[in-house]
């Protein structure tokens, strides 16, 4: 492969997914601030310097994006949905993660959605204050409303027809984006996983059960991310992340791209995460129906176990990747974050960091990063 330059701007050649393992002085905090052992002030102090760290060693490593590790949050899309109006969360229901006795609890629509107030703003402002490279901010995609419940799950009282749901949802989340925009956030990324899930067949069923035609809904979640970023700042990168489950190294869904990949390109987003670690991923063959000028940031490095790639197997699985896609329009990352959820994924702080640093180091080599 020959060198190219690189990408000024995100996604970069080298990037992230976003969440980084809970270091053990946060785990504990946290815990006992839920035992109401330490006050809220406490709690954000030892955050404070575990973001301060982790960003140190993001940047050392030689990542141009930077990330909080989501280290103020229990969840990866739930701490964020649940500060809508009219969102409720609810015990988990229909597929869940593979042999897990525990699961993340759903949003559900229990009355209007609306923003009336920032929505994790404080969160971004303290990592842009402490990064000296671009910092990325990750919050859910607005399809993660509707996804998991379906229509069955979201009032009808407040709800009496879909297209009053999307309507509020649309205004919520540029609402939503439009502080963060407005406190400096330069790099955005939208958490979906929706559009992998809908190629298992078993979330299909699971979708149909709840009221909904899955064979719609990546139009419809399409249209709706197109309609919240239509009057984006220009200044704005978005960017999407799509996985088929991540939770305690746990997954949900399996199936290739094929029977969302149209759809989800139309998102008018710049780049878009794929995960791509196994098979569960299928082949790269929709990655053709890549529309001109977008970038696909391929997730090679696994983050559920903890056995660290061969730079020649994710340089076989790039060259793979360029037949269907040229090598201009890639980049490489984790196939998700270490830990969707506080409690992180099946692998140790330093084989996190060494994934990470393997990233960076085959990027160095077949981009000059």
């Known amino acids: 492969m020959s060198a190219l330059a690189g990408t000024g701007t995100p996604p970069f050649r080298a990037d992230q997914v976003g969440s980084l393992l809970r270091p053990p002085e946060l785990r504990d905090a946290r815990t006992r601030h839920s035992r109401g052992e330490l006050c809220a002030d406490d709690l954000r102090e030892v955050e404070d310097r575990c973001i301060r760290e982790a960003v140190a060693r993001q940047e050392a490593i030689g990542l141009r994006a930077v990330t909080d590790g989501e280290f103020r949050r229990d969840y990866w899309h739930n701490d964020f949905l649940a500060q809508l109006e009219g969102v409720t969360l609810v015990p988990m229901e229909g597929p869940t993660f593979q042999q897990q006795d525990e699961n993340p609890p759903i949003a559900k629509t229990t009355g209007r959605i609306a923003c009336t107030r920032p929505i994790m703003v404080d969160h971004f402002v303290f990592l842009k204050s402490v990064a000296r490279n671009t910092a990325k901010f ?68 699971a979708c149909r059960a709840n009221g909904d035609d899955p064979a719609r809904l990546p139009r419809t979640y399409a249209d709706t991310i197109n309609a919240v970023l239509a009057d984006r700042p220009s200044r704005l990168t978005v960017t999407m992340h799509t996985c088929r489950g991540n939770f305690r190294s746990a997954w949900v869904a399996r199936g290739g791209y094929d029977p969302v990949a149209e759809a989800m390109f139309s998102a008018n987003v710049d780049a878009f995460f794929m995960e791509f670690d196994d098979e569960r991923a299928g082949g790269f063959e929709p990655l053709r129906l890549l529309p001109k000028g977008k970038k696909v940031v391929l997730g090679l490095v696994s983050t559920k176990v903890g056995q660290l790639e061969s730079k020649d197997a994710i340089k076989r699985r790039l060259d793979e990747a360029a037949r ?40 160095r080599e077949i981009w000059s990063h």
């Not at 879909?162 to 925009?181: C, G, K, P, Q, S």
């Not at 196939?335 to 990233?359: P, Y």
Request: net charge negative.
């Open 324 to 363: 269907f896609l040229p090598l201009e329009n890639l980049c490489l990352s984790p196939q998700c974050g270490f830990a969707s959820t506080h409690h992180g994924n099946a692998l140790s702080c330093d084989e996190q960091w060494r994934k990470l640093e393997r990233v960076v180091e085959v990027a």
């Open 138 to 205: 990750t919050i859910p995609s607005p399809s993660m409303l509707h996804l998991r419940p379906g229509r069955a799950g979201i009032s009808r009282a407040a709800y009496p027809t879909m297209e009053a749901f999307w309507n509020d949802v649309v205004l919520a989340y540029r609402t939503a984006i439009a502080h963060l925009a407005d406190a400096g956030c330069t790099y955005l990324q939208l958490d979906d996983v929706s559009f992998s899930y809908l190629c298992d067949p078993q979330i299909q069923a």
